[in-house]
């Protein structure tokens, strides 16, 4: 259905025909002080210019419709849709996703291929935002600096969109994991207890930014948020030299003991992802951890329709300009407008 915003707007819909009302215009004859030689002349034509009477109605016509238009919109109209049930009582739950440079490290294979640590993180991370109905999501992205990307909110799409913006090196080249902690606990702290939950994604080992990551936990732990730690990354990688394939070993680069500590402290938990189904099991354990079951509200989604009165009000503006100037050019070349000055100096 449709409805209005602000539908007291539409009281101001007779407010031209009270100012005519109260404002009658001056009558005729009434001193004016122009004289024009071809007045005559003048007089004699059409009252409503080029067209006529006829024409004059049409544009008292264009200029109510204009004006009837422009107050609909400002009264705000809009399309309410049916009511939904959603979930009002679910997590207040926030994402801290490592973007320092290791990420780029090509050691998951999907499909055969080898893909970089962010990209399969991503595709996984969607999955598992678009099922947490009804909880809050946020985002935090660390490197050498930690920033919050997006603050608690039920707009889960939005979060999926940040995710897949979200390019390796933007905050830096390093790892500041208790920075990433710290910032995640300050925009969580003031949420209802019992509700505020960490998923930390790392492939590194913290080494810049202010805080320690036990500290950083301690801190955690103080304000009740849980925090469950995944450390990324195979193990291997695929190398080609000229000396043909060679694996690497890239266990080397994850400080699995910090990020186990940061989790007990926390009474959180730990998963290692080795790979693509690995991630997908830790998510979906850290879904049966966190259950997001709640209350069911009834919403009714909106979307404003203001902006299609408004074109029509401007276009119908544009058509009375034209009009008129269409109407003072056919005037200025009657023959009568310059026959009329001899035909008067000759009287």
Excluded at 166 to 193: Q, S, Y
Aim: charged share 20%; proline share 6%; glycine share 8%.
């Amino acid at each position: 259905m449709i409805d209005f915003a602000l539908p007291w707007l539409l009281l101001l819909l007779p407010l031209p025909l009270l100012v005519w009302w109260l404002f009658p215009p001056a009558p005729e004859g009434s001193g004016g002080a122009l004289r024009v030689p071809f007045f005559a002349s003048l007089r004699a034509l059409p009252a409503g210019g080029a067209g006529g009477s006829g024409s004059g109605r049409a544009a008292l016509v264009l200029k109510v419709a204009a004006w009837s238009l422009l107050v609909v919109a400002a009264a705000q109209p809009r399309w309410m849709g049916e009511p939904r049930s959603v979930s009002t009582h679910g997590r207040d739950l926030m994402i801290a996703l490592d973007l320092s440079g290791s990420m780029a490290t090509e050691d998951f294979d999907v499909s055969g291929h080898s893909v970089d640590r962010l990209r399969v993180v991503n595709a996984v991370a969607r999955e598992f935002v678009n099922h947490r109905e009804g909880d809050r999501i946020g985002l935090v992205l660390f490197g050498t600096r930690a920033y919050l990307q997006a603050p608690l909110t039920f707009d889960r799409q939005t979060v999926i969109e940040m995710l897949d913006e979200a390019e390796i090196g933007l905050p830096g080249e390093e790892t500041a994991i208790g920075d990433a902690i710290g910032l995640a606990v300050k925009h969580l702290r003031n949420r209802p207890a019992e509700e505020r939950v960490l998923v930390l994604l790392s492939d590194g080992a913290s080494n810049t930014g202010v805080l320690e990551p036990v500290q950083a936990a301690e801190l955690a732990a103080r304000e009740g948020v849980r925090i469950y730690t995944i450390g990324i990354g195979s193990g291997r990688q695929v190398v080609q030299t000229l000396m043909g394939p060679r694996v690497m070993n890239t266990d080397a680069e994850l400080d699995e003991a910090a990020l186990q500590k940061v989790a007990d402290l926390t009474g959180g938990a730990y998963f290692r992802a080795r790979d693509t189904q690995g991630l997908v099991e830790v998510y979906r354990r850290i879904d049966a951890l966190e259950p997001t079951e709640g209350e069911a509200a009834q919403v009714r989604p909106t979307r404003a329709l203001f902006h299609y009165p408004l074109a029509a009000a401007l276009a119908l503006a544009a058509l009375l300009l034209l009009w008129r100037f269409a109407r003072e050019t056919d005037l200025s070349l009657r023959p009568e407008r310059f026959a009329a000055p001899e035909e008067e100096m000759a009287r």
